[in-house]
């Protein structure tokens, strides 16, 4: 019964808390940030997203998020995943780079652990997001 109890006094007051925020959020300032910006770029862009682990929910969401934008500009995407191993994750780096992409976009990588392939990357004139 005390468990029951608990359990619903805890619910109770994670809704709260949601509704708190929810409410705050409605009275945030208008938008003052840029309103125009270089046209897009259509076309067949080729763009290859490297993620750390795709078994990371933040990152997977990312790439979703970068895809579904990509389409609309009829971007190909293409994935590689590290699977958490930063030694995967390198050789993926690298055999990307011997692809010649148009972009290249590090999800959840930190680029200190690859300063030779980035700095390579850049020299091949690839462009680094991320």
């Not at 270089?38 to 682990?53: E, H, M």
């Amino acid at each position: 019964m005390q468990l029951r109890l608990a359990s619903g006094l805890l619910f109770g007051m994670v809704w709260m808390i949601a509704v708190t925020i929810a409410a705050q959020a409605t009275i945030l300032q208008p938008w003052d940030g840029p309103t125009s910006g270089p046209p897009a770029q259509l076309g067949k862009q080729q763009i290859v997203f490297i993620a750390q682990d795709y078994r990371n929910g933040g990152i997977t969401s990312r790439y979703r998020a970068f895809s579904a934008a990509a389409a609309l500009l009829d971007w190909q995407v293409q994935a590689m995943d590290g699977r958490g191993d930063l030694q995967m994750t390198r050789v993926a780096f690298a055999k990307t780079i011997e692809q010649k992409p148009h972009a290249i976009v590090l999800g959840g990588i930190s680029p200190t652990y690859m300063t030779d392939l980035v700095s390579y990357a850049q020299r091949q004139q690839i462009k680094l997001i991320g």
